[in-house]
């Protein structure tokens, strides 16, 4: 999905404010890290993730691809925090809106 910039920009705002969910170190991308960000994508659509100084890749790198694994969109990657945005595909779900 391509987002406007101004989408992109509420989706910034939204993460703002929220504390990431779990954070990426030494482990790299775990099968485990993969099922919690899928879990959290599921429940919140947007997540923010920190990037440990430890981690074997930059944030960049690491974000995108969680993102490609996930089947999610990374919003911005700013320092060594990474917000994520993916569509719940739970029914009575109260999506972000555009």
Do not use: C, W
Request: net charge positive; no cysteine.
């Amino acid at each position: 999905m391509d987002f406007t910039s101004k989408q992109r920009s509420k989706l910034r705002s939204l993460a703002s404010t929220m504390k990431p969910v779990t954070q990426i170190g030494k482990g790299g991308i775990s099968d485990n890290l993969l099922k919690t960000l899928s879990d959290a994508l599921e429940a919140r659509e947007l997540i923010k993730v920190n990037v440990l100084e430890n981690a074997e890749a930059d944030a960049d790198t690491l974000a995108q691809n969680v993102a490609d694994l996930l089947g999610a969109e990374v919003i911005t990657v700013i320092g060594r925090k990474a917000v994520f945005y993916r569509r719940s595909s739970k029914e009575n779900f109260e999506h972000i809106k555009f």
